[in-house]
């Protein structure tokens, strides 16, 4: 006998409340843990995981594999072509290691409350015990309501409340204790398992040996690294992020993205530790920890919108009379956008950082998603899911939520005619061009503010020598195109 831990975005052993829940019962039976975790390759495809995301998980795995190895707990890991088949296959695994407790944290998409489900269901056929856990978010979706007893689609006066919500009920900001030694036998009884190898990456998800050494660079895998990230942000950065984390040059925010998309650090450790970090206050104290803690607080948030309207999940947008925009069908400057060719320096910036990095900076994910969806007039669901393609934190809820607000069709209450001006975006959060030069070459010869539109400011000939393209489309010329659109669309 023993009890089944199942892996999914949770791949960490601290602050992990199934994997906890798990440990428990295995000890107070005396029976082996056993942790588990399935790939599915047609389920990597369908949501669209990056390469970049793959592998960041595969490396994650396998660091997760030594910690727990340490503690003699073995991971198991298969992959299972069609994930239709994953609830079966977990009963049959559970069944040949005659487990009758399985726990698992849920996922809050659609597809996979539908799988989990189904496996619920299997599992109670099956008589295995079966019930998983809320651990995803700081506050659990559903749990915080508007006086009119409603959803908050507006992201400020939901903070409030999830702000009040936590001091009303400081339990949902403990952290759950990492498991111990296997409480059963498990060197012995289940020796097999303990060899098991690394999925490999499914072939349209393979990265080349290049670009795999530069992430792994970039972004060491596990919870080791996400820890001190956390730390090392909070000591050196936390206190100055209210002022500096639009700045585009340096680093001046966490990079913790890619940690949380494959869960090897909870957000809750994040929120405990900042508020630690803020002398313990949840609502004063100091501007930068707490404008931090509101930014983790935004991944909560979109999860609470994407639980209440799960249609969103279906290629929709949070407005459904923006489904009426006319949209344009500009393959040449979709391509433009994607490759940061468009003459618009500081998105081609953006994008190449992008495809450099798999990470994009907050400030200029706003930018391009406005500059796609406003001034290109490409539906905004090409934007997200290139994003999706490509991002080594691609989470459904943030980048729809994100491509909500960037292209004015998601929660977001500020109107339409909120249109991104490239320019003076850049002038303000990259004044003296360090970003742009940095990831545009062809203009890294290009002094003062020319930099910000070579152009019209007298430094063309260098643009135009190394190559650098002219703006594909004018800028105010764009932004009343697509103030009639979005006007000629709601009055529908
Ligand atoms: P920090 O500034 O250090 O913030 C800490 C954490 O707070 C982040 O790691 C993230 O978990 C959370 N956070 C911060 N800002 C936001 C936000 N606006 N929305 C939701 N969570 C936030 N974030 C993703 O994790 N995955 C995505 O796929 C994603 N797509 C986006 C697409 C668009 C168009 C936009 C505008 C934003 C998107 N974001 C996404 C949100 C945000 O850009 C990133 O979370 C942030 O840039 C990550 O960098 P960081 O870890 O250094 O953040």
Same mark, same amino acid.
């Given at each position: 006998?023993?009890?089944?831990?199942?892996?999914?975005?949770?791949?960490?052993?601290?602050?992990?409340?199934?994997? =906890?829940?798990?440990?428990?019962?295995?000890?107070?039976?005396?029976?082996?843990?056993?942790?588990?975790?399935? !790939?599915?390759?047609?389920?990597?495809?369908?949501?669209?995981?990056?390469?970049?995301?793959?592998?960041?998980?595969?490396?994650?795995?396998?660091?997760?594999?030594?910690?727990?190895?340490?503690? /003699?707990?073995?991971?198991?890991?298969?992959?299972?072509?069609?994930?239709?088949?994953?609830?079966?296959?977990?009963?049959?695994?559970?069944? !040949?290691?005659?487990?009758?407790?399985?726990?698992?944290?849920?996922?809050?998409? +659609? &597809?996979?409350?539908?799988?989990?489900?189904?496996? +619920?269901?299997?599992?109670?056929?099956?008589?295995?015990?079966?019930?998983?856990?809320?651990?995803?978010? +700081? +506050?659990?979706?559903?749990?915080?309501?508007?006086q009119q007893s409603k959803q908050y689609a507006v992201y400020t006066p939901w903070f409030r409340s999830w702000l009040?919500?936590?001091?009303?009920?400081?339990?949902?900001?403990?952290?759950?204790?990492?498991?111990?030694?296997?409480?059963?036998?498990?060197?012995?009884?289940?020796?097999?398992?303990?060899?098991?190898?690394?999925?490999?990456?499914?072939?349209?998800?393979?990265?080349?040996?290049?670009? =795999?050494?530069?992430?792994?660079?970039?972004?060491?895998?596990?919870?080791?690294?996400?820890? !001190?990230?956390?730390?090392?942000?909070?000591?050196?950065?936390? =206190?100055?992020? /209210?002022?500096?984390?639009?700045?585009?040059?340096?680093?001046?925010?966490?990079?913790?993205?890619?940690?949380?998309?494959?869960?090897?650090?909870?957000?809750?450790?994040?929120?405990?530790?900042?508020?630690?970090?803020?002398?313990?206050?949840?609502?004063?104290?100091?501007?930068?920890?707490?404008?931090?803690?509101?930014?983790?607080?935004?991944?909560?948030?979109?999860?609470?919108?994407?639980?209440?309207?799960?249609?969103?999940?279906?290629?929709?947008?949070?407005?459904?009379?923006?489904?009426?925009?006319?949209?344009?069908?500009?393959?040449? !400057?979709?391509?433009?956008?994607? %490759?940061?060719?468009?003459?618009?320096?500081?998105?081609?910036?953006?994008?190449?950082?992008?495809?450099?990095?798999?990470?994009?900076?907050?400030?200029?994910?706003?930018?391009?998603?406005?500059?796609?969806?406003?001034?290109?007039?490409?539906?905004?669901?090409?934007?997200?899911?290139?994003?999706?393609?490509?991002?080594?934190?691609?989470?459904?809820?943030? #980048?729809?939520?994100?491509?909500?607000?960037?292209?004015?069709?998601?929660? %977001?209450?500020?109107?339409?005619?909120?249109?991104? #001006?490239?320019?003076?975006?850049?002038?303000?959060?990259?004044?003296?061009?360090?970003?742009?030069?940095?990831?545009?070459?062809?203009?890294? &010869?290009?002094?003062?503010?020319?930099?910000? /539109?070579?152009?019209?400011?007298?430094?063309?000939?260098?643009?135009?020598?190394?190559?650098?393209?002219?703006?594909?489309?004018?800028?105010?010329?764009?932004r009343d195109r697509a103030l009639t659109r979005y006007k000629k669309a709601l009055q529908k």
């Open positions: 006998q023993a009890v089944v831990h199942w892996f999914k975005t949770d791949l960490r052993l601290q602050d992990n409340r199934a994997l =906890r829940m798990a440990f428990d019962i295995a000890k107070e039976n005396g029976l082996p843990l056993i942790c588990l975790y399935i !790939q599915s390759p047609e389920d990597l495809t369908a949501h669209i995981a990056s390469p970049a995301r793959v592998d960041l998980t595969l490396r994650t795995l396998q660091r997760l594999q030594q910690d727990l190895a340490e503690l /003699d707990i073995p991971l198991y890991m298969e992959t299972v072509e069609k994930r239709k088949a994953i609830p079966g296959r977990i009963v049959e695994l559970c069944q !040949q290691w005659e487990a009758k407790h399985l726990c698992a944290n849920i996922e809050y998409e +659609v &597809d996979e409350l539908r799988r989990d489900a189904k496996l +619920v269901r299997l599992c109670a056929k099956n008589n295995i015990d079966f019930s998983p856990t809320h651990d995803n978010c +700081v +506050v659990t979706p559903g749990a915080l309501s508007s009040a919500f936590l001091k009303e009920n400081p339990d949902y900001l403990e952290l759950s204790e990492e498991p111990g030694s296997n409480p059963g036998d498990a060197r012995k009884k289940l020796s097999g398992l303990f060899d098991c190898k690394l999925p490999n990456a499914p072939e349209n998800k393979k990265l080349s040996d290049k670009e =795999r050494k530069r992430f792994e660079e970039l972004y060491p895998a596990g919870e080791h690294e996400a820890l !001190q990230r956390l730390e090392k942000f909070l000591e050196e950065k936390g =206190r100055r992020y /209210d002022k500096m984390r639009s700045v585009l040059p340096g680093k001046h925010t966490s990079i913790l993205s890619p940690y949380f998309a494959c869960g090897s650090i909870s957000a809750r450790t994040a929120v405990v530790t900042a508020k630690r970090a803020n002398k313990n206050h949840l609502d004063r104290y100091d501007a930068g920890y707490m404008t931090w803690i509101s930014e983790v607080a935004w991944r909560d948030f979109y999860k609470h919108v994407l639980t209440h309207w799960p249609f969103i999940c279906m290629n929709k947008c949070f407005k459904p009379e923006h489904t009426n925009i006319e949209w344009e069908y500009d393959v040449d !400057q979709f391509q433009a956008w994607c %490759d940061g060719k468009t003459g618009f320096p500081i998105v081609d910036a953006a994008m190449r950082q992008l495809r450099h990095c798999a990470w994009m900076h907050n400030r200029t994910r706003m930018v391009v998603s406005s500059f796609l969806s406003k001034d290109l007039l490409l539906d905004w669901r090409r934007g997200e899911r290139y994003f999706m393609e490509n991002l080594i934190d691609g989470d459904f809820a943030s #980048n729809h939520g994100g491509w909500g607000f960037g292209s004015s069709t998601g929660v %977001d209450p500020q109107p339409y005619f909120r249109i991104f #001006n490239p320019l003076r975006q850049s002038e303000r959060f990259d004044p003296d061009g360090e970003y742009i030069r940095h990831w545009v070459p062809e203009l890294k &010869d290009v002094e003062g503010k020319a930099i910000h /539109d070579p152009y019209e400011r007298g430094a063309g000939s260098i643009a135009e020598k190394n190559g650098y393209p002219r703006p594909i489309v004018n800028h105010a010329e764009c």
